[in-house]
């Protein structure tokens, strides 16, 4: 019998960890799906070529593929909206067990 991993934890994961409200996406400034999401921030710490270390801030959002509208694709540059704030998808990256990790880019950023 085969285990369905995505029932078994990624609803679990939702309940706990989702995104107060819902996450919108948006295609061409059209809202076009709304569903829940996890929402991450969290910080690289690298060398430079110097040997001078630095950090990046990345952004990502989790979503269940089950949980997305029936014909419904994520693609980069589709926007979605967090707690007030927009940002680019910059990746669409589904992990084979239902999950998608989807890193953001914050809308009039620099970067990520």
């Given amino acids: 019998m085969a285990v369905d991993f995505d029932a078994m934890t990624s609803a679990a994961v939702l309940a706990a960890f989702a995104v107060p409200g819902r996450v919108r996406f948006k295609r061409n400034g059209e809202p076009i799906a709304e569903i829940d999401g996890v929402f991450d921030r969290f910080q690289i710490e690298a060398m430079g070529e110097d040997?001078?270390?630095?950090?990046?801030?990345?952004?990502?959002?989790?979503?269940?593929?089950?949980?997305?509208?029936?014909?419904?694709?994520?693609?980069?540059?589709?926007?979605?909206?967090?707690?007030?704030?927009?940002?680019?998808?910059?990746?669409?990256?589904?992990?084979?067990?239902?999950?998608?990790?989807?890193?953001?880019?914050?809308?009039?950023?620099?970067?990520?």
């Fill in 51 to 112: 040997g001078a270390p630095f950090s990046i801030k990345r952004t990502v959002l989790g979503v269940r593929e089950a949980d997305l509208p029936p014909g419904f694709v994520l693609k980069s540059g589709d926007r979605v909206q967090i707690l007030n704030k927009t940002f680019d998808i910059t990746d669409v990256q589904p992990d084979g067990l239902g999950w998608v990790s989807l890193p953001l880019g914050l809308v009039g950023s620099a970067g990520p």
